[in-house]
């Protein structure tokens, strides 16, 4: 397969299963919150429906068991008025097509790297995001020229817009993955976030990429020794820094 002059083979049997995670593990930041922003700021009217939403919503995206909620909230505020997947889809299109410098300054060279060698290897590559799937994919498409799978956040109609039905974060990241057909054994992963330790620990060989610095300690305590804690580029994370040639 050639991807913009990359040359790739093809997926060999009984290929290696690699997994990875997109926010801050192959994009500096947030996506979705990005896409959301953007989507919330296009008309004034949706900028005020936001307003009241924020000190009450806002705080359910820190936690664990609220993010979901939390999450749906500022994506309903988003596509209030959309009634089909499609509409965000298109959207989702023209805000990667229109934001695509902004989004190739994100996007880490060292994980694109990391996901390069390892398609270049034959492994089995998807990327497991929290992200709504189109998102990841027309960013790893569009502006990092990578045609991989991507499993990520169910979205679907919600009270006169769209909301995540289903967010691909913690066990549902491993149950999506098996409904999308991933079901052999992980054999690398790579996350930034605690929210995957399910992955994490479902990997031969857990790698943790660009942790907050107050986590590093509890990915110690949790992972098996020896778990590579790196940096790929993220300057307000943790991990040990790499350099392009060490990546993957």
């Given at each position: ?41 296009r008309s004034w009217w949706r900028r005020l429906l ?130 999308a057909g991933f079901r052999d054994e992980v054999a ?26 107050s986590r590093i300690a509890m990915f110690r305590r ?27």
């Amino acid at each position: 397969m050639s991807v913009k002059g990359r040359q790739y083979p093809k997926t060999r049997d009984g290929a290696p299963l690699v997994v990875f995670d997109f926010d801050h593990t192959l994009y500096d930041g947030d996506s979705g919150s990005h896409l959301f922003a953007w989507l919330i700021r296009r008309s004034w009217w949706r900028r005020l429906l936001s307003l009241p939403m924020l000190p009450v919503f806002l705080p359910l995206v820190a936690f664990l068991p609220t993010r979901r909620f939390g999450v749906s909230a500022f994506v309903w505020a988003g596509t209030v008025g959309f009634h089909r997947l499609k509409e965000l889809d298109k959207l989702i299109d023209r805000y990667v097509a229109t934001h695509a410098e902004e989004i190739r300054r994100r996007l880490l060279p060292i994980g694109i790297e990391a996901l390069h060698r390892h398609r270049a290897a034959g492994d089995r590559v998807v990327v497991a995001t929290g992200a709504p799937p189109e998102l990841a994919r027309a960013i790893l498409a569009f502006v990092a020229h990578e045609d991989v799978p991507v499993v990520g956040t169910d979205v679907g109609p919600r009270l006169g817009g769209l909301g995540a039905r289903r967010h691909c974060h913690n066990e549902m990241k491993m149950t999506m993955l098996r409904e999308a057909g991933f079901r052999d054994e992980v054999a690398i992963a790579y996350s930034d976030s605690s929210a995957d330790l399910p992955l994490l620990r479902a990997a031969r060989k857990p790698v943790v990429v660009n942790p907050k610095p107050s986590r590093i300690a509890m990915f110690r305590r949790v992972l098996p020794a020896g778990t590579p804690i790196l940096n790929w580029g993220c300057r307000k994370r943790g991990g040990d820094a790499v350099s392009p040639a060490s990546a993957g």
